[in-house]
């Protein structure tokens, strides 16, 4: 018995690429900070591209602290709901699903978020990373780091916790 042949590597990054596409255009608010995620496999890296509209001090200049805590909060958001997505993708219950048509998890909804702000924000592009310290079925916590120039020196992180919600 033959095994069936595996797709092609393209179809499979075109697939996981219109996976995280679908996540992002769930949270408008991602569009109005001009956030953006780099995908390399199953790591995610937001980018919020600098805008004047982010100044919350211009005298100092710096980034406003709700627009770093938003930048925070939807970059926390998006990687939870992208580790759940790439595990259902990776054992294979949306790998086959045809293209543009893999079924999106509903948004995790924020329990709390607590973040610490680290120095100010420059009026430059800002990353960040989220890191999944738990997830159950139920709830999950979650760390993410923002910087700047210099991944070394962070400008904020945050801890959070999120209600995981049942599949529709």
Do not use: C
């Not at 998006?78 to 580790?83: E, N, P």
């Not at 430059?124 to 991944?151: F, H, I, K, L, M």
Request: charged share 25%; net charge neutral; hydrophobic share 40%.
């Amino acid at each position: 018995m033959s095994r069936p042949r595996p797709e092609p590597v393209q179809v499979i990054k075109q697939r996981r690429d219109a996976a995280l596409d679908g996540l992002v255009r769930g949270l408008p608010y991602l569009q109005f900070l001009g956030i953006h995620f780099d995908r390399r496999g199953d790591e995610l890296t937001a980018v919020m591209p600098y805008d004047e509209m982010l100044l919350g001090n211009p005298i100092l200049p710096a980034l406003h602290g709700g627009a770093t805590a938003g930048f925070l909060e939807t970059t926390a958001i998006i990687g939870l709901a992208w580790s759940r997505l790439w595990e259902e993708m990776e054992d294979g219950r949306a790998e086959h699903a045809p293209l543009g048509e893999t079924p999106l998890p509903r948004m995790p909804k924020t329990i709390d978020l607590t973040v610490d702000y680290l120095r100010s924000g420059l009026p430059r592009d800002a990353y960040a990373r989220a890191e999944v310290t738990r997830s159950g079925r139920r709830y999950a916590s979650v760390r993410v780091e923002a910087w700047q120039d210099n991944r070394a020196r962070p400008i904020a992180q945050a801890t959070g916790h999120f209600l995981i919600p049942h599949h529709a």
